[in-house]
């Protein structure tokens, strides 16, 4: 026990009292043994820095403060290291300053990491185990797994989708192709203003650059003055109220002036008030233009239709239809002195009397057995009265051709029927009257040869009295032999002399309608009468004066017509010697051929001629209730 206590004391550097060889064997075998263990602790200590430089080197993601602790932690180990080298070192060298630099270094350096470690130690704590990274790497497997599931439901979901947005956007551009077809086809533009009715977008049918010469610029800039503030009061309204309208406005196109139909809707903002507005504008000048037409077309078509009507009204025209069974379905005109409304739904055995009846109906037949027009003229008891039509008969035909009806055209001929039986009458007539004309020519040139003594004189007279006869004839033609008006009658006889600047002869009288043998034979005494007024009486010099009057005699005085010649302010008048032909139309031929009352007086102030023509030879009366025409010259 004692040298055991002996050899510790040595060890520990105390006292002893074992020999000095026998310390010098131990001291060696302990230094060898204490070389030993520094040199394994130093080769584990300058190991491990290796190791932490290699862990450095290839752990990512370390947060700053956990890669300085490792490297404080890596450099005290090594100065341990360190330490231990030189602690074998110093057991054959005197290292003494040097190991206590190195004790100190590390010293510090484990100081600093202590101090470094030691607020790190919970978080170090909280650090999970392997078992728990275990359980969590499942999780996150497993978790993994579903999400690899869900990314190919997602990837399957995505090829989807952009097959469907692919369809869509094909069916879109398909969709915006025919709506920008539509809207170029009708000549439509679309448009959207801000607050300040500055265009932001525009779609042209004119194309993009038209449509981007729009952008920026406002409605004072582009919309002319008489428009500019009616379009721009609408769409103000519609910023401040909020609600749509419409208005049409002109703009002037670079080609032409066109006409728009604006529709203004207003572009709300986030807070739901009206921000700016967006319209369409429609061309609609070829829409007004085919309106105008259409207007123009339709007053046309009335025009003609009335016409149309007018005319067969006018000329007596009634145009009808009737079925198979000959009932009528419509006319236009009142037929057989009865009613439209008494014909339509009746047939020919109601309307037309029975004596009538048989021709019409066989016409009627054979056009709906043939399918053949055919024309007929038919004598009707219209109403009692007898009357003529010339009719035109078609088939009626559906549209498959077959025959349903008929349609036809009545005229009412009965006055071109009164007219030819009249047109024979007058041949008769005319034929009688040329016979008396030829007799009246004779006469006539017998009675001026007769008192006459040259040739170019005889022509002279005998072709003034033609012309004069010729008038009275132009005047009957014109009335068709019915009579002539006295007044035209005057006019004609006298109109040389009436027609002057200063006129010397005037006429004045009611209107009166002379049968044509009064109006022959008065023509042929008033034109005598001028002539032997020109060449001697008041018609040869311009003081003179004729008055030409004729008036309606009184019941009491015979209710026939007075025609008085009156000559003033011409030479002084003597009776004739003998009589001439003049004279003789005067006096004798009117007295004759009219039963007149003829007074010839020659005074000298002027011949006065007085003539009574009766009522017999008068052809109408004065219209009742109708101012006579002032004849008068002027």
Known sequence: MGSTMSVLDWLFGGPSDLSRGECLHWRSDLVVLHAASDAMIALCFLTIPFGIYWYLRHRTGLIGEYRVVAWLFGGFILAAGVSHLLGILENWYPLYGLLGVAKGVTAVLSGITIALVWP?????????????????NERLRREAEAHEVTLRELEAARRELESRVETRTRELSLVKARFETALNGAQVYVFSQDRDLKYTWMYSPRGEDAAAQMIGRSDD????????????????RVLASGKPEDCEAAYVMPERRALFALHIDPAFGLDGTPDGITCAAIDISRIRLLESEQRRLTEELGTALQRYETALRGSHVTVFTQDRELRYTSINNPMYGRKIEDIVGRDDGAIVPEQDRAPLVTLKREVLGGGQAKDGEFRIADGGAPRWYDMHIEPLRDVTGAIVGLTGAAVDVTARKAGEAHLRELMRELTHRSKNLLAVIQ?????????????????????????????????LVQESWYGASLSELVHSQLGQYLDRERPQLTAEGPSFLLKPEAAQSLGLALHELATNAARYGALS????????????????????????????GGPVVT????????????????????????????????????????????????????EP??????
Not at 221 to 236: C, G, L, N, Q, Y
Not at 557 to 564: F, K, N, R
Not at 629 to 634: F, G, S, V
């Open 120 to 136: 790190l130690l919970p978080s170090l704590v909280r650090v999970p185990s392997s078992g728990q990274l275990a359980e969590v």
């Open 221 to 236: 800039e582009i919309v002319p003055s008489p428009e500019h503030d009616a379009v721009v009061a609408v769409k103000r």
């Open 443 to 475: 006469a006539m040139a017998r009675q001026t040869a007769h008192h006459t003594g040259r040739i170019d004189e005889f022509l002279e007279q005998f072709s003034a009295r033609l012309q004069a006869l010729a008038a009275s004839h132009d005047l």
């Open 541 to 568: 010099n311009p003081a003179g004066r004729v008055a030409v009057n004729w008036r309606r005699l009184p019941p009491s005085d015979g209710s026939g017509v007075e025609v008085l010649w009156a000559e003033t």
């Open 575 to 626: 009776a004739p010697e003998r009589r001439g032909f003049g004279r003789l139309v005067i006096e004798r031929n009117l007295s004759r051929s009219l039963d007149a009352d003829v007074k010839l007086t020659f005074g000298a102030e002027g011949v006065q001629c007085r003539i009574i023509i009766p009522p017999a030879n008068l052809a109408g009366e004065p219209t009742p209730g109708v």
């Open 629 to 634: 025409p002032n004849t008068a010259a002027r």
